[in-house]
């Protein structure tokens, strides 16, 4: 699976995002999906994860009820929808594609990552 992110920018604390993720290969439908973020200078950490069919969904507990992950299948497109941003939220966002159909918080569940796109929240 390749990707794509973007949407990434910069915007005002308690602003609203979008980051889209375009993604190509066939197995796309059958895998669970995943944001994460780094700040130079510290590890990448977890932000989001989707299962295969966008059932289910889970939030680190820092995004839990700001953020929102989805998914179209017709689109082959991921999203990470980003409200009341905080300036803690600065960070190069990426997305990723799961091993697991069910999406997982861990990095080494991932095997493809995009390049990531940069969110920059001012105070």
């Known amino acids: 699976v390749q990707l794509q992110a973007s949407g990434g920018g910069l915007v005002q604390a308690g602003g609203s995002l979008r980051l889209s993720c375009a993604t190509s290969?066939?197995?796309?439908?059958?895998?669970?999906m995943g944001w994460f973020r780094q700040v130079p200078g510290k590890e990448r950490e977890f932000v989001a994860t989707?299962?295969?069919?966008?059932?289910?969904?889970y939030y680190a507990d820092s995004v839990k009820g700001r953020f929102t992950i989805s998914r179209d299948h017709a689109k082959n497109m991921v999203y990470l929808q980003m409200n009341s941003l905080k300036p803690e939220d600065t960070a190069v966002y990426y997305c990723?594609?799961?091993?697991?159909?069910?999406?997982?918080?861990?990095?080494?569940?991932?095997?493809?990552w995009g390049q990531g796109t940069l969110v920059t929240v001012s105070s």
């Open positions: 989707i299962n295969w069919s966008g059932s289910s969904t």
């Open positions: 990723a594609a799961s091993i697991l159909a069910s999406g997982t918080s861990s990095q080494n569940g991932y095997d493809s």
């Open positions: 290969g066939r197995t796309f439908s059958s895998r669970g």
